[in-house]
C-alpha cells in the first residue's frame, strides 16, 4: 500500500490542525494504520493508530485528549485531529500501515513521505 501525508503547516500554540494520509494500491481495510512524529535531532516516535474497523485506537501517552486518530475506509483515508497544540508538537508526522495496530516503528511495515507540522509559542 502507499501511503501520501498531508496537512501539516504553521500553527500557533493552542491551534489545531488536521492531518490526513491517503492510502492507495491495496484495499486500505485490509490495513491497521498508525502516525509517528520525528522532532529534529530526535528518534522517531510513536502518536496513535487504528484498527482495521477503526473501532479500537492507542495513543502515546503525551498525545491523549489532545490528538484524536480516525479513518474513513470508503475514502481510503487516516486522520489525526491535533488539538491545543504545543510548541514541543513540531516535528515532522509520518502515516505508516501494517497488518495490526501496534505502537512500534517495528510493527509497520509501509510508510508515507511525512508531513511536516509547526507550533509557534
Known amino acids: 500500500v502507499q501511503l501520501q501525508a498531508s496537512g501539516g503547516g504553521l500553527v500557533q500554540a493552542g491551534g489545531s490542525l488536521r492531518l490526513s494520509c491517503a492510502a492507495s494500491?491495496?484495499?486500505?481495510?485490509?490495513?491497521?494504520a498508525g502516525w509517528f512524529r520525528q522532532a529534529p535531532g530526535k528518534e522517531r516516535e510513536f502518536v496513535a493508530s487504528?484498527?482495521?474497523?477503526?473501532?479500537?485506537?492507542y495513543y502515546a501517552d503525551s498525545m491523549k485528549g489532545r490528538f484524536t486518530i480516525s479513518r474513513d475506509n470508503a475514502k481510503n483515508t487516516v486522520y489525526l485531529q491535533m488539538n491545543s497544540l504545543k510548541p514541543e508538537d513540531t516535528a515532522v508526522y509520518y502515516c505508516?500501515?501494517?497488518?495490526?495496530?501496534?505502537?512500534?516503528?517495528?510493527?509497520?511495515?509501509?510508510w508515507g513521505q511525512g508531513t511536516q507540522v509547526t507550533v509557534s509559542s
Open positions: 487504528i484498527s482495521k474497523s477503526g473501532g479500537t485506537t
Open positions: 494500491g491495496r484495499t486500505f481495510s485490509s490495513y491497521a
Open positions: 505508516a500501515a501494517n497488518s495490526f495496530a501496534g505502537t512500534s516503528e517495528a510493527d509497520f511495515g509501509s
